[in-house]
């Protein structure tokens, strides 16, 4: 059983449309992640939550929206994509803050 | 904010050579996290420091924690081709966990 699952893997789309990325954890933890990892590996925190609560907002255009339905589901997403968005897209989890996190298998999206 | 920097970006070397990537922080931490990330893969958690001075091995690896708090250090012996990666240190402060830059190691034969 995969311990923190995302869908879709790969996401192609134009420039302009919205789209949404979705995460779930089977693992039972409170805190779970975006994060944007660029062409140059860095690994950006975009999202925190925890327990359904927003702790971590960064500097992220209001274009990206969370969402936690519930503990194990954080889904992203993100209108009037651009260019720039093109990336992979990391959720993640863990016991709580600060603790050791486990991440999603990523999903590359590739906006043209 | 906080910043967690490693050196170097990128390192190649010839396998059975050692390997270091340092991480250093703007600001005293209370634990550090190192995580590996394989080609095309996502990062995995490798281990977490806590203590001043904190030194840590797992086989070829061995960690260790600055005795200030605001640098760690991860080593590797005599790489191999499955040492191949992008190695990431975290830092923790009170409110968050934020990643280094990353260090990309690449070994040939």
């Known amino acids: 059983d995969t311990a923190v699952s995302q869908t879709p893997k790969y996401l192609v789309t134009q420039m302009g449309n919205d789209k949404s990325i979705k995460c779930e954890q089977n693992l039972g933890h409170d805190t779970m992640y975006w994060y944007k990892q660029d062409s140059k590996k860095f690994l950006k925190i975009m999202f925190s939550?925890?327990?359904?609560?927003?702790?971590i907002n960064e500097t992220v255009p209001n274009r990206f929206s969370p969402k936690s339905p519930d503990k194990a589901h954080l889904n992203l997403h993100i209108n009037s994509l651009e260019l720039g968005d093109s990336a992979v897209y990391f959720c993640?989890?863990?016991?709580?803050?600060?603790?050791?996190?486990?991440f999603g298998p990523g999903t590359r999206l590739t906006v043209t | 904010g906080q910043q967690v920097m490693q050196i170097p970006q990128y390192q190649h070397v010839q396998e059975g050579e050692d390997f270091t990537t340092y991480c250093n922080s703007s600001?005293?931490?209370?634990?550090i996290q190192w995580y590996k990330q394989r080609p095309g893969g996502h990062p995995v958690f490798l281990i977490q420091?806590?203590?001043?001075?904190e030194v840590k091995k797992q086989k070829r690896l061995t960690f260790q924690f600055g005795e200030a708090k605001k640098n760690s250090s991860l080593h590797i012996t005599a790489t191999q081709t499955t040492d191949v990666g992008t190695y990431f240190c975290a830092g923790r402060t009170a409110s968050k966990l934020t990643f280094g830059t990353g260090t990309r190691l690449q070994v040939t034969l």
């Open positions: 420091l806590v203590k001043s001075g």
């Open positions: 993640a989890s863990s016991k709580g803050r600060g603790y050791e996190q486990y």
């Open positions: 939550y925890n327990n359904k609560e927003l702790i």
């Open positions: 600001t005293t931490l209370s634990n």
